[in-house]
């Protein structure tokens, strides 16, 4: 349950319609947080990209995403927040980092087992994502280069039963914070960010449909 120091995290494994399951999981949360009907409670987009919801749920701030077979939301009324899930794929990880993604990330990758690359580049990834997203930008504007909190451990626990890991400071100083999140699968990657501090509690929830 959101309530003041709490991100609320919802994902799951979706059938097929990852996108529509992902905006009726965000209405429906939302409905619940707020003790109101869902049919009351709108989903438009800024600018740049970042859901909002109107009527009686207008203060809470959201994020959603979606992958083949999976779908995720995030809701806080501390401040933004951003979420990405990611199904894993086989890519050749390390030449993508190298090109994409910023030199520690690339050399971190480079320094890891071959078969761990593909999760550690997506965990990588996600937790980009959902700082663009906090920020409202998205992997615009230099997303990809996003300076990350250093990995605390590798591989990172993937307990899905266990209290889920603390945010962690980006190093920039924008006020952002991240982590990875376990999904207990091996088959996804899900990350969450936000605006509202390292203290900020995260209540992770799961909800296949």
């Known amino acids: 349950m959101t309530g003041p120091g709490t991100v609320t995290v919802i994902w799951g494994r979706v059938d ?8 009726l999981t965000l209405l429906r949360a939302a409905a619940d947080l ?8 709108g989903l438009s987009y800024e600018t740049g990209g970042r859901p909002r919801l109107t009527g009686p749920a207008a203060g809470l701030h959201v994020s959603l995403s979606h992958s083949p077979g999976a779908q995720a939301v995030a809701l806080s009324t501390r401040g933004p927040v951003g979420i990405d899930v990611e199904t894993l794929r086989p890519l050749p990880a390390l030449r993508m980092a190298r090109r994409w993604l910023g030199g520690a990330d690339a050399d971190w990758l480079a320094g890891l087992p071959g078969r ?7 965990c ?10 906090a920020h409202g930008r998205g992997l615009a504007h230099g997303g990809l280069t ?3 909190p250093s990995p605390a451990g590798w591989p990172l626990p993937d307990l ?5 890991p603390a945010l962690h400071a980006t190093p920039d100083g924008t006020g952002a914070a991240c982590t990875a999140l376990p ?13 509202g ?11 296949d449909r």
């Open 16 to 23: 097929r319609g990852e996108r529509r399951a992902a905006h």
């Open 34 to 41: 707020s003790g109101s009907p869902v049919h009351r409670i």
């Open 116 to 122: 761990e690359r593909i999760p550690a580049f997506f």
């Open 124 to 133: 990588l990834w996600t937790q980009k994502e959902a700082v663009g997203k």
């Open 146 to 148: 996003q300076l990350l």
């Open 160 to 164: 899905p039963d266990g209290p889920p």
């Open 183 to 195: 999904t207990g699968t091996g088959r996804h990657a899900l990350a969450v960010a936000t605006l």
């Open 197 to 207: 501090g390292t203290d900020t509690r995260i209540d992770l929830v799961r909800c």
